[in-house]
Nanobody, 114 residues
């Protein structure tokens, strides 16, 4: 099972980035369901999640700026990040569900300068 996150990079405050997470594994098709971020020395924190019914939830710090969406056909989860702030700088991870188990993908680094 391999969840691959991509789309990170360098941005300036106010810019936008779109992260993608897809399942690149040949065995075990995990469904990406949410995004978390982590900075060095801190725990991995919740950013956004999308339920199978399409209901989205967001951390307070990103409400109104980030939007989570899914392409079911491609089994890909997106995180549209608008109006980026330096505080958004972190490694972003997608979380997937495989049966009753949650799995993590590789992270993608987002760096926002002021």
């Amino acid at each position: 099972v391999q969840l691959q996150a991509s789309g990170g990079g360098l941005a300036q405050a106010g810019d936008s980035l779109r992260l993608s997470c897809s399942n690149s594994g040949s065995r075990g098709r995990a469904n990406p369901v949410g995004w978390y971020h982590q900075t060095p020395g801190t725990q991995r924190d919740f950013v956004a999640a999308l339920s199978p019914s399409g209901a989205s939830t967001y951390a307070e710090s990103v409400k109104g700026r980030f939007a989570i969406s899914r392409d079911k056909a491609q089994n890909t989860l997106y995180l549209q990040m608008n109006n980026l702030e330096p505080e958004d700088t972190a490694v972003y991870y997608c979380k997937g569900k495989l049966g009753n188990t949650f799995v993590w993908g590789q992270g993608t680094l987002v760096t926002v300068s002021s």
